[in-house]
T-cell receptor
């Protein structure tokens, strides 16, 4: 079945460092790809998305490019801030038989940014 | 505008007890979902409801039942709780035509002793 694999955490960086969180997927067809972020004590929030190959999603300084040839959707940010400390989830979306969409999530990567 | 509201926020059960997790949304979304979140395993789909009156199993439905009471409410029931059901449970909704953009509640932390 469809699956998403993320780099294992936790990841600890200093403020203003460059961030990469790797994500690869296995899916039939052409799924949409997403990054969600979960701040402490909260539910997940959509960070960015890409719906077709070579699309680049971006938001709040984060970027990810849908790479069909490598089945990857790596998350990057040029200069992280303490406020970026959170758990990041990569996910893919597939449409089911009744038209409902299901998201398949990766295991999450905990990011801690030190001042 | 409350969005997605889950109750309770915390719950401790003994093995064999039953309980219902409540989820209500005020965004008029058709699709609703229940996920569980476990360390190192991400979120796994328990059940989902594409519209009022329909429910379908997700990846890990065993030990759970759901009810889509109306468009607003989607409840998750544990009939006989087991320690393996200790987890954080999230309800989510999806608006039509928004791809995979889900709106999540803040979660219910459940411990089964």
């Amino acid at each position: 079945g469809d699956s998403v694999t993320q780099m294992e955490g936790p990841v600890t960086l200093s403020e203003e460092a460059f961030l990469t969180i790797n994500c690869t997927y296995t899916a039939t067809g052409y799924p949409s790809l997403f990054w969600y972020v979960q701040y402490p004590g909260e539910g997940l929030q959509l960070l960015l998305k890409a719906t077709k190959a070579d699309d680049k999603g971006s938001n709040k300084g984060f970027e990810a490019t849908y790479r069909k040839e490598t089945t990857s959707f790596h998350l990057e940010k040029g200069s992280v801030q303490v406020s970026d400390s959170a758990v990041y989830f990569c996910a893919l979306s597939q449409i089911q038989a009744q038209g409902a969409q299901k998201l398949v999530f990766g295991q999450g990567t905990r990011l801690t940014i030190n001042p | 505008n409350a969005g997605v509201t889950q109750t309770p926020k915390f719950q401790v059960l003994k093995t064999g007890q039953s309980m219902t997790l409540q989820c209500a949304q005020d965004m008029n979304h058709n699709s609703m979902y229940w996920y569980r979140q476990d360390p190192g395993m991400g979120l796994r789909l328990i059940y989902y409801s594409a519209s009022e009156g329909t429910t379908d199993k997700g990846e890990v439905p065993n030990g759970y039942n759901v009810s889509r009471l109306n468009k607003r409410e989607f409840s998750l029931r544990l009939e006989s709780a087991a320690p393996s059901q200790t987890s954080v449970y999230f309800c989510a909704t999806k608006p039509p035509g928004q791809g995979g953009k889900l709106f999540f509640g803040s979660g219910t932390q459940l411990s089964v002793l």
